[in-house]
C-alpha cells in the first residue's frame, strides 16, 4: 500500500495565500472590519477563509513565526 493519495498528486493546484500580522488579533480587528475600516480584509474574509491561530508557549514573535 501506498501513503501517496495519486489523486491529490494529480489534483489541480490551488494558489494560497498565509498573511500574517504580527500582534494583531481578531478580537482587535474584526470591530474594525465590521466597521468598514478595513475594506480589502473584509473582502478577504467574505470571499475567502480565515481562522485563529493558538500561539506558541512562549508566546513571543521569533518562537512563534519559526514554528509556522
Request: charged share 20%; no cysteine.
Amino acid at each position: 500500500s501506498s501513503l501517496i493519495d495519486h489523486n491529490a498528486v494529480n489534483a489541480p493546484y490551488k494558489k494560497v495565500v498565509v498573511i500574517g500580522w504580527d500582534g494583531a488579533d481578531w478580537r482587535l480587528l474584526r470591530p474594525w472590519v465590521l466597521e468598514g475600516k478595513l475594506p480589502t480584509l473584509a473582502r478577504f474574509v467574505q470571499e475567502g477563509s480565515y481562522g485563529y491561530l493558538r500561539s506558541t508557549m512562549r508566546p513571543e514573535s521569533s518562537v512563534a513565526w519559526a514554528s509556522f
